[in-house]
T-cell receptor, first 112, second 120 residues
Framework: SQKIEQNSEALNIQEGKTATLTCNYT??????LQWYRQDPGRGPVFLLL?????KEKRKERLKVTFDTTLKQSLFHITASQPADSATYLC???????????FGKGTMLLVSP | ETGVTQTPRHLVMGMTNKKSLKCEQH?????MYWYKQSAKKPLELMFV???????ENNSVPSRFSPECPNSSHLFLHLHTLQPEDSALYLC???????????????????FGPGTRLLVL
């Protein structure tokens, strides 16, 4: 069966360091992968989308990589700030389907 | 604000009540979604209205009933819910491309703030 795995344990890092979050998937052939941010009691907010033929995408302090051989995406936040503390979700749309499947998300805590 | 509004933001209901959740999107999108989010679980897609076609998750109990009167409004009608239905209910919208369009059929989803539902 199709599965998306994100580290369920919270990631604690110090302000200024680079945070790296992982999204692994099995039994998917994704057309693209998306990353969302969710704050407590709020809906997810879209951050970045990376397509299957792209290796890397950047937006300000954010960087996403996509390795379809390893079936993995890495999400990096450089120069992290306490305001980056949130839960980060990855989502996949499999090729030929029209809905997104979300991972459970990883909570990031950036301490001053 | 994401352009997607949901009301009410909080709802407490008994198991015999009937209530409705409302969602409105101001983005001109042609697809709308209901998701359920429970603690420690991934977002669970409940219903999709896409290009005027309804797609259901067959595991959703019949006590949840969606209604989409037009492309901007979406309702979730609730009746005889159970305590395990307590969760955050999220509405989302997106602009879906017809199947066969290059670049994938669906892109970013825009979420509302959610309705926190407690069933007693």
């Amino acid at each position: 069966s199709q599965k998306i795995e994100q580290n369920s344990e919270a990631l604690n890092i110090q302000e200024g360091k680079t945070a790296t979050l992982t999204c692994n998937y099995t039994n998917y052939s994704p057309a693209y992968l998306q990353w969302y941010r969710q704050d407590p009691g709020r809906g997810p907010v879209f951050l970045l989308l990376i397509r299957e033929n792209e290796k890397e995408k950047r937006k300000e302090r954010l960087k996403v990589t996509f390795d379809t051989t390893l079936k993995q995406s890495l999400f990096h936040i450089t120069a992290s700030q306490p305001a980056d503390s949130a839960t980060y979700l990855c989502a996949l749309e499999a090729t030929g389907y029209s809905t997104l499947t979300f991972g459970k998300g990883t909570m990031l805590l950036v301490s001053p | 604000e994401t352009g997607v509004t949901q009301t009410p933001r909080h709802l407490v209901m008994g198991m015999t009540n009937k209530k409705s959740l409302k969602c409105e999107q101001h983005l001109g999108h042609n697809a709308m979604y209901w998701y359920k989010q429970s603690a420690k679980k991934p977002l669970e897609l409940m219903f999709v209205y896409s290009l005027e076609e309804r797609v259901e998750n067959n595991s959703v109990p019949s006590r949840f009933s969606p209604e989409c009167p037009n492309s901007s409004h979406l309702f979730l009608h609730l009746h005889t819910l159970q305590p395990e239905d307590s969760a955050l209910y999220l509405c989302a919208s997106s602009q879906e491309k017809p199947s066969g369009t290059s670049g994938g059929s669906q892109e970013t989803q825009y979420f509302g703030p959610g309705t926190r539902l407690l069933v007693l």
